[in-house]
């Protein structure tokens, strides 16, 4: 996966980009723009700083190009340097299957990540869900609140 910061800041300028908003930006960019057209929009962690997660949304075409349009907005009006960040998608959702949802509705990752996903995450992202427990306990966990 390759992120494409020329792609994303046009369609960033073209959205009209919100800061701290990645997941109502990305669907609004994968509604809104064909560029992006057959595109995924996807939910998930990104490396802010080496070291550390941070919970994002994007859109990724069927190349494997990232259009992230938020990260594109603080490079240019905040003078954040380009860097190779590294992503960890958690959910991927077409077009389609995001009819009738409202952006204030998202993320929907978290409410939806099933355990199989969960049990195949990088050890690093699953340890602050885990909280000291182990992976069992939080699956039997998470089995109970799917059940209800």
Request: net charge neutral; aromatic share 12%; charged share 25%.
């Amino acid at each position: 996966m390759s992120y494409d910061y020329v792609r994303s800041l046009a369609i960033a300028e073209r959205v009209l980009t919100i800061p701290k908003c990645c997941w109502a930006n990305s669907v609004r960019a994968l509604r809104r723009q064909k560029g992006v057209r057959g595109g995924l929009y996807v939910e998930g962690l990104m490396e802010y700083i080496p070291g550390l997660l941070m919970e994002h949304g994007w859109i990724e075409l069927p190349d494997g190009t990232i259009i992230d349009t938020t990260r594109a907005y603080l490079m240019k009006y905040h003078g954040h340097e380009p860097d190779s960040r590294i992503y960890y998608p958690v959910q991927k959702y077409t077009l389609a299957s995001l009819k009738g949802v409202r952006v204030a509705q998202l993320p929907l990752a978290w409410i939806e990540m099933s355990i199989f996903q969960f049990e195949h995450l990088p050890a690093e992202i699953q340890e602050p869900f885990l909280k000291g427990r182990p992976l069992q306990a939080y699956l039997d966990e998470m089995r109970e609140f799917l059940a209800r």
